[in-house]
Nanobody, 123 residues
Framework: QVQLVESGGGLVQAGGSLRLSCAVS????????MGWFRQAPGKEREFVGF????????YYADSVKGRFTISRDNAKNTVYLQMNSLKPEDTAVYYC???WGIGSTSHREYDYWGQGTQVTVSS
């Protein structure tokens, strides 16, 4: 089993920054892809990005490309989502996810989910 625990959400003004963390336990992650999804009230779950643990290859949704960056710290077994130039439309619950193998843009492909952390961007 893989356990994921997110932290770092909160309230920020438009144009500001936040960094989300996802602490991972239970598995060696070298063959895993770690992703982030978000869900705003009344909307479907939306892909944000993923990182392949081995090699660090990343892929992002167009809506966040150039503003968000995913990274990982091998020593801490932690994945980060650095969010810059935040917009009110980024307001959502953000979920850290994991799956064995390559990354995917479909939430159905991920086996492990964190509890989610709220990000609110005020205008």
């Amino acid at each position: 089993q893989v356990q994921l625990v997110e932290s770092g959400g909160g309230l920020v003004q438009a144009g500001g920054s936040l960094r989300l963390s996802c602490a991972v336990s239970g598995r060696t992650l070298s063959n895993y892809a770690m992703g982030w999804f978000r869900q705003a009230p009344g909307k479907e779950r939306e892909f944000v990005g993923f990182i392949r643990w081995s090699g660090g290859i990343t892929y992002y949704a167009d809506s966040v490309k150039g503003r968000f960056t995913i990274s990982r710290d091998n020593a801490k077994n932690t994945v980060y989502l650095q969010m810059n130039s935040l917009k009110p439309e980024d307001t959502a619950v953000y979920y850290c996810v994991a799956r064995w193998g390559i990354g995917s843009t479909s939430h159905r492909e991920y086996d492990y989910w964190g509890q989610g952390t709220q990000v609110t961007v005020s205008s």
